[in-house]
Structure formats: structure tokens, C-alpha cells
């Protein structure tokens, strides 16, 4: 089978998810492709570390206007020409909007990775664009393909979106056979991470983590693109800046406590990484959330998370209690798991529709596409 991804952004956590399925995918021999742009703020190049046997289409899709859009379209009709896919998969809305526009003739799978409709905080003109946009998306996408059950039911009650199937996201890392060992002793740490924005809340989450500085040390592992990281700089909270995957899993794992306080959120890869290496997650009581730890690691108000924080570093019992939980939950949300979900979701659409365009071989691992 013929798979192309499609996202409007290297790096990031959808970036991640694109990478480890197409790589997945390919080792079981299918012919994988990703189309994708490369943020300004990006700090890796969108082959680094990338499988050689997954083909890459770099896009310049490095900005957000409707010019923009208009010619990423036209550069995806000439690829999905020239490469024959028999499925394409588009991976957040802005590819949402572009691929449905352009590729009609193709069956078409959509995944928000954190649907607008959960946003909280834009005006109410903002809103009603960004919920008409993704209605028009979900409307001509042959699949709405939701990373967790709370993504799915938003999407059928906001949007009535019928058409859903729901694939959680995975990470290497909750394969079987590769669960961590037992944790080594650690002095109390309690981190957050990320690329710091208005979905995490970095105002909120300097209260928290000021609040608890004198139980344990504290840190945020990730960076800004612009000045969003001023509330914890001004709290007197360490921020690393940006890291790679690497360096950065290696900081949350020396951590005790990842504090995940996200406004809203598909499912997140920086909690499941925390269940990998045995960090205990609290996080905000929102259904992403809440559906990956469970009620117990949830709290709806700043007050609730310091004082389940400062519990958690004090209380070795409670330690060991939730970090038995969240073993007995995180194999479900594996990449072997992730990359079976969607090979079966693309097997019985591609079986369901016929592609329009006959599949050639493509010369060179990276195609540059130009916009005009």
C-alpha cells in the first residue's frame, strides 16, 4: 500500500506521531511518504532522524496565509499525482483544510491532534471561523480519525461528524518488552514540558510550580517561539529552551512529577512519555486527560494540583500507589498498537475507494515541490 502524510509542520508532537507511524509502517513494507512544511521557530531540519526506507516531500509551508494555503494545494495535487498514493492521511487542520480542498478524488483520512472546538480563550469571531473551517474538513474527509475517545466525541457532538474511528497515539517507548525497570532513587523534581504556548497554560503552571518550589526543584524542559515563556521567567522557574527528543526524555526522566496543565488537547505524547519513565503525571481535569491517568492524577483547580504535587513528593505510599496504576494502564497506548489502529483503518478505506492517479516510483528520498 501507498501512504502519504500530509502536516503543515515539522517538529512538534505531531511531527513525532507522523514520524514513528510512517516509519512503522514502512518496516512492514509499505511505501510511506510524508509531505510536510518547516516551521520558521523549528529548531530540526524535518529529516533528522528519519527512517531512510520513509520518502520525504519537504513543502515550504511556512506561513499561515491564504496565499499560502492556495499554493500548498496546488503543490499537493502535483504530488499526490506524480506519487500515486492509495491513501492520504492529513495530520492537524491547517493540512485538514489544504487536503480536502485538493485531494477530493483520494480517500482521505483527518486527524486533528487537538481539535479547535476545544480552544478556549479566542473571541467569539475567531471561534466561529476556526469551528466552521473544521466542519467543513470533517464534512469531505472520508474518515475522521481521533487520537483518543474525547477527541471522537467531540467531533460527533459539535461537528456531527458520523463518519469516526478512534486510533490513540503510541510511543516507542510502551512497546511490550521495553516498560522501564525499576526507578532509581530520585530527589524530588517536578517538571513540565513542551513548547510553551496558550494550550499549556504557562501561567498557570508558574503558579503551580512556584507554589511547590520549596517541596522539590522545579523546571519547565522545552522552549517558546516567542516570549510566551515571560510567567515562568518572571516566577524565577529554569526553562532548558529547546532540546531534542533525546536530551529532552532524558531530563523528564530524572523527574518525579510531570505537571501536564493543558487547556485542551488531543492526547498528548509528553504525558505517555512521563508513563514510559515512570513519572507520575498530574494533570488538568480535561477528557484527554483524564482518559490516559485516570480521575485520581486529575485536578480542576491550581489549588488542587499544588496540594496533590506536594502529597505526591511527601508521601512514598501514595508514590508507589500511582505509579502501579499507571503501568497497569500505559501498554494501550504503544506504537505498535498506533501503527496496527490506522494500517487497518487505511486498509479498509483504500479497499472502499479506488484512487484516481496510477502510482509511479519516485527517484529521491526528499522532493522539493515548488509552490507555483
Do not use: C
Request: without cysteine; hydrophobic residues 45%.
Amino acid at each position: 500500500m501507498r501512504i502519504l502524510h500530509v502536516t503543515e509542520a515539522g517538529g512538534g508532537g505531531t511531527f513525532e506521531v507522523v514520524r514513528v507511524l510512517a516509519e512503522r509502517l514502512a518496516a512492514r513494507e509499505h511505501t510511506v511518504a510524508i509531505a510536510a512544511g518547516r516551521r520558521p521557530t523549528s529548531r530540526a531540519a524535518l529529516d533528522e532522524g528519519l527512517d531512510p526506507a520513509v520518502e520525504l516531500v519537504e513543502l515550504p509551508w511556512a506561513e499561515r496565509t491564504l496565499r499560502a494555503q492556495v499554493a500548498a494545494a496546488r503543490a499537493l495535487r502535483r504530488v499526490t499525482a506524480a506519487w500515486g498514493p492509495d491513501v492520504v492521511h492529513l495530520h492537524s487542520s491547517f493540512a485538514g483544510t489544504v487536503g480536502t480542498a485538493a485531494l477530493r478524488s483520494l480517500p482521505l483520512v483527518y486527524t486533528p491532534h487537538g481539535m479547535a472546538a476545544a480552544r478556549v480563550g479566542d473571541g467569539p469571531a475567531r471561534r466561529f471561523a476556526q469551528n466552521a473551517a473544521e466542519r467543513m474538513i470533517v464534512r469531505h474527509a472520508d474518515v475522521l480519525g481521533a487520537v483518543s475517545h474525547a477527541e471522537a466525541e467531540l467531533a460527533r457532538r459539535v461537528h456531527g461528524a458520523r463518519r469516526v474511528t478512534v486510533v490513540p497515539n503510541g510511543i516507542s517507548e510502551l512497546d511490550p518488552g521495553r516498560e522501564p525497570g525499576r526507578p532509581s532513587p530520585r530527589s524530588p523534581l517536578v517538571v513540565a514540558a513542551g513548547r510553551i504556548d496558550p494550550a499549556r497554560r504557562p501561567e498557570g503552571v508558574a503558579r503551580i510550580l512556584a507554589a511547590v518550589a520549596r517541596d522539590a526543584r522545579v523546571a519547565w524542559i522545552g522552549g517558546a517561539p516567542a516570549d510566551e515563556d515571560r510567567p515562568l521567567r518572571e516566577a524565577g522557574i529554569p526553562v532548558s529552551g529547546w532540546l531534542d527528543r533525546e536530551s529532552a526524555l532524558h531530563q523528564l526522566a530524572s523527574a518525579s512529577v510531570y505537571l501536564h496543565w493543558s487547556a485542551w488537547d488531543g492526547l498528548s505524547l509528553a504525558v505517555l512519555e512521563a508513563l514510559a519513565h515512570d513519572v507520575i503525571v498530574v494533570a488538568s481535569d480535561i477528557p484527554a486527560n483524564r482518559e490516559v491517568v485516570g480521575p485520581d492524577q486529575v485536578r480542576r483547580s491550581e489549588a488542587g494540583a499544588i496540594e496533590l504535587i506536594r502529597s505526591i513528593v511527601a508521601d512514598e505510599a501514595l508514590r508507589g500507589r500511582l505509579l502501579s496504576a499507571q503501568r497497569k494502564r500505559r501498554g494501550q497506548w504503544s506504537a505498535a498498537r498506533m501503527a496496527d489502529g490506522w494500517l487497518d483503518v487505511y486498509e479498509r478505506l483504500a479497499g472502499a475507494r479506488t484512487p484516481s492517479s496510477v502510482p509511479r516510483s519516485v527517484s529521491s528520498r526528499t522532493i522539493n515541490v515548488p509552490w507555483t
